[in-house]
């Protein structure tokens, strides 16, 4: 069964991606990209999405992500863009080198341990019977010899340098590969100067590293780190365990996890871990976007509304809320609706507003039931009902929203209520 990996990305941003496939391919393994059919992206052994600038407006690049996400494929997804990218390319392209060389060094494996585990069944067999035959000859102790079986080295590249030369090895090997520590090595290498003060305290933190911090390092899939991450988040309650955290959803979020990469900029919008920085944050949720998750499709759409961490787009917006949408996501209906009624980035459709509105009601939105009550107290898209608006403002007032319980204690004093 022939192997290779499919390479989807925006045909206008070729330029960005052209040498990293080229790199790729240079490794070894087979890769196929540009205009592929569905049967090329299914049979493929990993789809890996490049998101450049011009990935949100390519129909070509979202139609293989939106197969690869019905299809639950096995897909990466790196975020290319721009001056960005020029300061994260390299450590990206080595992680990005040693996951398929790894992929590939296991499948391989298996299939040499499948031969390997049938050739030494046969020999034993033959070994058996040659082995009783001259003891019965001779008789002379049989001496039973247990093979042993061996266990891949593990090896833990803290540099790119050290995943290189691990990665240059034809000896099956486990790989273990920190992006972080990559980056911080390619920082140090800018700056040799090294005061000997912050050599001291780097001594002091690893001497007082508590034995959950060693356990974090230890683990390899990115399932784990996503896991060990949100444990520490609910659980922690120190600034230490903030720092913890980051760091184990920030190498899963590097590995293609789509949750992880949410709550990565959770992390960042929030300050948890890291300084807080909403374009960071934007960065890392438009990514869990485009990896189909819907809260995060929902959230990014709200900051391309408002320009938070991004460029102010209004009909990017409106793009991010109709996929949100799509998924049942309340808040993003209830915001889509809100543009619809007021015609931001869209036509203005008072009537297609009135019916996100009440999905997003039905679904217990406060927000948009105090909207739907406006509708029907005012008449806006439907007929005056007051009752019904009554009723709409009190549900939402029960759901927290301060809006709906102002409006109903200005109509409790002006009689309008019972």
Request: proline share 1%; aromatic share 10%; glycine share 6%.
């Amino acid at each position: 069964m022939e192997r290779y990996i499919y390479i989807n990305y925006a045909y206008e941003d070729y330029e960005y991606v052209q040498k990293i496939i080229e790199d790729i391919e240079k490794t070894g393994v087979k890769v196929y990209h540009g205009n592929g059919s569905e049967e090329r992206v299914a049979g493929s052994l990993c789809v890996l999405h490049f998101w450049t600038p011009a990935a949100h407006t390519s129909k070509s690049y979202r139609k293989i992500m939106n197969y690869t996400l019905k299809h639950e494929l096995d897909t990466m997804l790196f975020h290319l863009d721009g001056a960005q990218m020029a300061s994260e390319v390299d450590v990206q392209l080595d992680v990005l080198h040693a996951l398929f060389k790894y992929k590939y060094q296991m499948l391989s494996r298996k299939a040499a341990d499948a031969e390997t585990k049938a050739a030494v069944i046969k020999n034993e067999s033959n070994n058996t019977e040659t082995i009783t035959t001259a003891a019965k000859e001779e008789n002379t102790a049989v001496v039973e010899i247990k093979t042993v079986e061996s266990k891949p080295e593990v090896v833990e590249a803290k540099s790119v340098d050290e995943l290189k030369k691990a990665m240059a090895s034809s000896e099956p090997k486990v790989i273990k590969f920190n992006a972080d520590s990559a980056t911080e090595s390619k920082a140090a290498e800018k700056q040799p100067e090294i005061v000997n003060k912050k050599i001291a305290e780097e001594q002091s933190d690893q001497f007082q590293q508590s034995e959950p911090a060693k356990a974090i390092e230890e683990l390899t899939t990115r399932d784990d780190l996503f896991a060990e991450g949100m444990r520490i988040l609910e659980n922690g309650t120190t600034r230490e365990d903030g720092d913890k955290a980051f760091k184990c959803l920030r190498q899963a979020a590097s590995q293609g996890h789509t949750e992880a990469q949410y709550q990565l900029s959770v992390c960042y919008d929030r300050g948890i871990g890291v300084r807080r920085n909403i374009t960071e944050a934007a960065k890392w949720c438009q990514m869990a976007a485009f990896g189909g998750h819907a809260k995060a499709q929902s959230e990014i759409g709200y900051c391309y509304e408002y320009g938070q961490g991004v460029v102010r787009n209004i009909k990017e917006a409106v793009s991010w809320y109709e996929m949100a949408s799509a998924q049942g996501n309340i808040e993003a209906k209830n915001n889509l609706a809100f543009c619809y009624q007021k015609g931001r980035g869209v036509h203005k459709d008072v009537k297609e507003a009135i019916r996100l509105y009440g999905e997003a009601a039905a679904g217990g939105h406060a927000s948009a039931q105090y909207n739907l009550g406006y509708c029907y107290w005012y008449g806006e898209g439907v007929k005056t009902d007051k009752s019904r608006a009554i009723e709409l403002f009190k549900q939402s007032a029960d759901n927290g929203n301060a809006k709906a319980a102002q409006m109903l204690k200005i109509l409790s004093q002006h009689l309008f209520m019972k």
